[in-house]
């Protein structure tokens, strides 16, 4: 099932500033949750140490407990992207994306506040995952919305570039998250860090969360749904069938497979693997992951750019086939004792440029799978479907099978297992240049 090149399903938007008022506002809440994302996953060994170690508790099982929590909040995204989706594509994407907006600002924003074990006993690590849920249900909710209104505003033959915003502004959340880190990490103690600095990140969302808001506010609807919404004043609409959009949402979510899985490995899970695995410092591990962000930055948007011109498969095969050859090896060059602190550094500035390949094209590729009347459903709950097994449970997989296996190549194969059945899913989108 694919939406038409230049018919109903992606319409031209009314006005060039439109299109751009759209970017901004789809853009600014994915920074918010993946600035959150990122925040997290940098601080969950000083979360797991305040909210699961009771007394007596390991280090190694507090850590698997905070993934355990980081991958509950994946699992409720599809819940999210499936509530979410069906009230976006029947009474439009901008109502649906302000109570969205709202949800995940007033959730990352409690975090911050949350007492610790130490002060609430047991009660501490459940507050801690109810929040959790409520991060995954507005999660699961964003992006199917925001893609909509990206690539529904995007003019004739540039949603890939359009798209490439969604995945853009989630480097730029991940970067603006290890950035608050390292800075705290710099200006603080470990001690100032673990015992109140870590809040000052999650407390920040507040601002920003009134001011993406402020800009839903004022976002239009966009012109396929208005159309779509006129359509069915003057008779029902003809609609997917169930099946159909079912094999398509499995569909794409094979096909994103690797760019979640990868990009989870690589520019999430990175920290605590080098500190856990490899005994690097907070510090070190921090710069490694601000370095695989910069690289996966600078390809999205050219990556979706290219993708209008030459297809969104070459681009995204490219960028999976590279991660099946190339994530081992990655990880052994880490593990060289051997090779300079400069060469690891192009090295995993590099993995990042190459899941990038696959970001860019990615939202635009997943919204023409679909027509208007099931878009904001069907691509959210394919990524989310995606996001929730492969990146939700990437840290909690690899945690635990290093611990059990003692292997520390276990990151490589597994961004590199996923990649391979992306590159078989691909396989299958027809080859056609983006429009």
């Given at each position: 099932m694919t939406a038409p090149a230049h018919g109903p399903g992606l319409r031209r938007p009314?006005?060039?500033?439109?299109s751009r008022r759209a970017l901004v506002a789809g853009s600014v809440g994915n920074f918010i949750e993946w600035y959150e994302f990122g925040v997290y996953g940098y601080f969950a060994t000083i979360i797991a140490a305040r909210f699961f170690t009771p007394e007596g508790g390991g280090e190694a099982e507090a850590l698997v407990k905070t993934y355990a929590s980081f991958a509950l909040a994946f699992f409720f995204r599809p819940v999210g992207a499936a509530v979410f989706g069906r009230l976006g594509d029947r009474i439009g994407r901008r109502p649906v994306l302000i109570v969205v907006i709202a949800l995940m600002t007033g959730a990352t924003t409690a975090i911050g506040a949350l007492p610790t074990y130490a002060t609430v006993g047991a009660l501490a690590p459940w507050l801690l995952t109810l929040l959790r849920v409520l991060q995954g249900l507005s999660a699961g909710g964003e992006f199917g919305g925001a893609v909509s209104v990206m690539t529904e505003f995007a003019p004739p033959g540039r949603r890939g570039l359009y798209g490439s915003w969604q995945?853009?502004?989630?480097?730029?959340?991940?970067?603006?998250?290890?950035?608050?880190?390292?800075?705290?990490?710099?200006?603080?103690?470990?001690?100032?860090?673990?015992?109140?600095?870590?809040r000052l990140p999650f407390l920040l969302t507040l601002p920003m969360g009134l001011g993406a808001l402020w800009l839903r506010?004022?976002?239009?609807?966009?012109?396929?749904?208005?159309?779509?919404?006129?359509?069915?004043?003057?008779?029902?609409?003809?609609?997917?069938?169930?099946?159909?959009?079912?094999?398509?949402?499995?569909?794409?979510?094979g096909r994103v497979m690797g760019w979640a899985a990868a990009g989870y490995t690589l520019l999430v899970v990175l920290p605590s693997y080098l500190q856990s695995a490899l005994d690097a410092s907070f510090r070190q591990a921090l710069l490694a992951t601000?370095?695989?962000?910069?690289?996966?930055?600078?390809?999205?948007?050219?990556?979706?750019?290219?993708?209008?011109?030459?297809?969104?498969?070459?681009?995204?095969?490219?960028?999976?086939?590279?991660?099946?050859?190339?994530?081992?090896p990655l990880l052994n060059l880490l593990q060289d004792n051997g090779t300079s602190n400069a060469a690891k550094g192009v090295a995993v500035c590099a993995a990042g440029g190459v899941v990038g390949l696959m970001a860019g094209p990615g939202p635009a590729m997943l919204a023409e799978m679909f027509p208007t009347s099931v878009r904001y459903t069907g691509l959210g709950l394919a990524y989310a479907l995606s996001n929730a097994v492969f990146s939700g449970c990437a840290g909690l997989i690899i945690t635990e099978t290093v611990k059990r296996t003692g292997n520390i190549d276990i990151p490589g194969y597994y961004a590199a297992a996923t990649c391979a059945v992306s590159v078989l899913a691909l396989a299958k989108v027809p080859y056609r240049k983006g429009s």
């Open positions: 009314l006005q060039a500033g439109q995945s853009f502004t989630v480097a730029l959340g991940l970067l603006g998250g290890a950035g608050a880190a390292g800075l705290l990490a710099t200006l603080l103690s470990e001690e100032q860090l673990g015992d109140w600095g870590w506010l004022r976002l239009d609807e966009t012109p396929a749904f208005a159309a779509e919404r006129e359509e069915g004043r003057e008779g029902e609409p003809a609609r997917p069938a169930a099946g159909e959009v079912a094999w398509a949402v499995a569909l794409g979510a601000v370095l695989a962000n910069l690289g996966f930055a600078a390809t999205i948007i050219p990556a979706g750019l290219l993708s209008d011109r030459i297809g969104r498969r070459p681009v995204m095969l490219a960028g999976a086939a590279l991660v099946v050859a190339l994530a081992v």
